[in-house]
């Protein structure tokens, strides 16, 4: 069976599916791989490297037509689907549910797409292929040292001879995988770090890497299903925004990282609390996309600056700005997808298997995927509304 690598081309994109160490896996298992000429160059990485890895690099034109397995980072653009044939497959971190559409498209073109982010997170054979948790990883280190870089005064205390620097104070908001990064990253620069989710067993996992919690007055515990946070009540979300404030006023720098599954992200600093933020203090959104964000004021993809000086950061696509680490990771989890679906050297979909049968989304000229099936159903006309 011959696997491509894609080369990406979605803005501002570095990353590739593939590095080179993870080839002698895949060789091992009978697979031959294909690299799209230039497919690791945003990653540093030459064609020569995957050559002298055993691959074969070839022109766009020839991946799409010799691969059975197409492998990618992001998800095919409209004219890379249209070059996807039958029979072929498709894995990538494909966001079915964000666009449904692409997936009824290569199931029509009887293209089965695979997506990384369907894995069942909890299942502890998934962990070596959870994509969402590698690049989580990467985002949280990657905001401390943006906030770090536009920070205008030092993370630790230093004691010199022109002076005492107090160490900055960091708020993490939201302590799953992005934000124990954060903390773990923030604490080894010296910075004194509060944190606060709405998961009370997070508690202990802060103050494990050094942070200190912040209880609020308000208990809340918004555990949903699956480990992830629900949807806090309006009662729930305003009491903890009033005492929240307070606490973000005092801080030098925050890092927000919430997310709930299937929902906008929650905004857990308002303009008013931006406005009680001293001069000079920086804040890094996560969370921050076209869906919302974490910060009232942050505006995805770029760095704005509040009347009192505050400087709000919404990074996109923090993975990519550290291409090299996040392929790294992101290979792995691939091949381990990759791999345990391939018996006898060739693509075998087990339906049977709880990894395949979540994160196989199209398959023999059908959407199957029940989640992905229900955003494409018709929307039913509004009761009350036009026939
Ligand atoms: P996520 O990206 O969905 O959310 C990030 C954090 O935001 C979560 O900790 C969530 O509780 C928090 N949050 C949501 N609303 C909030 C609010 N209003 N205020 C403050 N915080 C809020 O989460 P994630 O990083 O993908 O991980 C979610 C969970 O999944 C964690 O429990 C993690 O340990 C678990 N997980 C388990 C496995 C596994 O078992 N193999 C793998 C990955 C993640």
Known sequence: MKVGVARETAPGERRVALVPDALAKLTAAGL???????????????????????????QTGDLYA?????????????????????????IGTLQP????????????????????????????????????????????????????????????????????????????????VAGLQAIGTARRLGAVVKAYDVRP??????????????KLKTTIDATGAGGYARELTP?????????????????DVV?????????????????????????????????????????ELSKAGETVESPNGVTIIAPDNLPASMP????????????ALLLGMVKDGALNLDFEDEVTKSTVISHGGTVISEPVKKLLEPAEPAAGGPA
């Not at 010799?66 to 095919?76: M, T």
């Open 235 to 251: 009662e729930e979300r305003a009491a903890q925004q009033a005492e929240l404030n307070e606490v973000i006023g005092g801080m």
């Open 66 to 90: 010799d691969s059975d397995v197409i492998l990618r980072v992001q998800k095919p653009s409209g004219d890379e689907a249209k070059k996807l044939r039958k029979g072929q497959a498709v």
């Open 97 to 176: 549910l964000l666009d449904p559409k692409l997936m009824a498209t290569l199931a029509d073109a009887g293209v089965s797409a695979i997506s990384l982010d369907a894995i069942p997170r909890t299942l502890s054979r998934a962990q070596s292929m959870d994509a969402l948790s590698s690049q989580a990883n990467v985002g949280g280190y990657k905001a401390v040292l943006i906030a770090a870089n536009a920070y205008g005064r030092y993370f630790p205390l230093l004691t010199t001879a022109a002076g005492t620097a107090k160490p900055a104070n960091v708020l993490i908001l939201g302590i799953g």
């Open 32 to 58: 031959d791989v294909l690299i799209e000429k230039g497919a690791g160059v945003g990653a540093m990485i030459p064609d020569s490297a995957y050559e002298a890895a055993g691959a074969r690099v070839v």
């Open 255 to 295: 890092i927000t990282t919430a997310q709930v599954p299937g929902r906008k992200p929650p905004v857990l600093v308002t303009a008013e609390a931006v406005g009680k933020m001293k001069s000079g203090s920086v804040i890094v959104d996560m969370a921050a996309s076209a869906l919302g964000g974490n910060v």
């Open 201 to 214: 067993e997070t508690r202990e996992q802060a103050e494990s890497l050094g942070a200190q919690f912040v």
């Open 324 to 335: 090299a680490g996040a392929s790294a990771f992101y290979s792995r989890n691939i091949s």
